[in-house]
């Protein structure tokens, strides 16, 4: 099947597909069009999370005529997945209705997505701030191809696929060119400080000159998500601290005072959208009462 499990899932799906019968509108038989069709088209993590969902969605829905599945058996899908992980359950939902609206497109119904009018559960925005000291802590204890990998993502204040992803040759005149998978957005971060100091580290160690990819694994292939989650996760529990390495964006935003500086460092195009995510970490700023009035304190 090949070394990338991502590719090898596909080339599974391909394989034990059967024909599909012009008449044969079921979940199942759609989703793995969907799988095969669109499924590579998108990036990496986003393959990986959405055939996790899918082999969840066929597991309720696989027989059931695409044309035949209700709004309420959608709501309930969302109570009882619900239980467990209540932002899983949005997620799958979201994808079921991406695969209807495909169904819808590809000649299979022509009814209302049933996912229209059902609200998911509502989520909470993730607060969590990494203290300086959390973050000496899981360093300490992880990997170097972690470290350097932690280095970059607070630095730079770009999201994990946005680390792995640079290379070599995005380094060039005093600048590292980022280009956002999410939004697009294409930044320029000048190397200086302790950015310079941690990218020389990186190039400094023995490396792969014909894999262009910054952060390299030992053996000189390109680090992967799923090796940063499995090292970072352990050094998580060594030092005994239980932030996310997604965290990492917010502390580089938070941690910087100018909020203009921080809403272009991580692209945002609102600057409110910049206040509530790093306000939501720390609290707002306030000060004290200056003194105290004496027939108060009298």
């Known amino acids: 099947m090949g070394n990338d499990l991502n590719e090898a899932r596909r080339k599974w799906a391909e394989l034990e597909s059967e024909p599909v019968g012009t008449n044969?509108?079921?979940?199942?038989?759609?989703?793995?069009?969907?799988?095969?069709?669109?499924?590579?088209?998108?990036r990496p993590h986003t393959q990986r999370d959405y055939t996790q969902y899918c082999a969840l969605l066929e597991a309720v829905f696989g027989d059931v005529a695409i044309d035949s599945i209700r709004p309420f058996d959608i709501a309930e899908y969302l109570r009882i997945r619900g239980e467990k992980s209540k932002v899983r359950a949005n997620r799958e939902k979201a994808l079921f209705s991406t695969i209807f609206n495909h169904a819808r497109s590809w000649g299979y119904t022509d009814i209302t997505?049933?996912?229209?009018?059902?609200?998911g559960?509502?989520?909470?925005?993730?607060?969590?701030?990494?203290s300086d000291d959390e973050y000496a802590a899981v360093w300490a204890f992880a990997h170097p191809t972690v470290q350097d990998a932690m280095d970059m993502a607070l630095c730079t204040g770009q999201r994990p696929a946005d680390v792995l992803k640079i290379v070599v040759t995005d380094i060039a005149d005093g600048l590292l060119s980022v280009a956002q998978n999410k939004t697009g957005k294409k930044l320029r971060i000048a190397i200086e400080g302790d950015l310079a100091v941690t990218i020389a580290r990186i190039m400094s160690k023995q490396r792969n000159a014909k894999n262009l990819a910054l952060l390299q694994d030992p053996s000189g292939q390109r680090l992967t998500y799923f090796a940063l989650r499995s090292r970072f996760d352990k050094a998580r529990e060594l030092a005994g601290v239980n932030f996310q390495f997604r965290d990492l964006r917010a502390k580089a935003a938070t941690d910087i005072e100018d909020l203009a500086h921080a809403q272009s460092l991580l692209g945002h195009k609102s600057r409110s959208t910049t206040e509530i995510y790093t306000r939501e970490r720390r609290g707002d700023l306030v000060k004290p009462l200056k003194r105290i009035s004496k027939d108060i304190v009298r």
Do not use: M, Q, W
């Not at 044969?24 to 998108?42: G, M, N």
């Not at 997505?113 to 609200?119: A, H, L, R, V």
């Open 24 to 42: 044969d509108k079921s979940f199942s038989i759609i989703a793995r069009r969907y799988l095969r069709e669109v499924l590579p088209t998108l």
């Open 113 to 119: 997505n049933p996912c229209t009018g059902i609200k």
């Open 121 to 130: 559960h509502k989520e909470k925005a993730r607060d969590r701030y990494v």
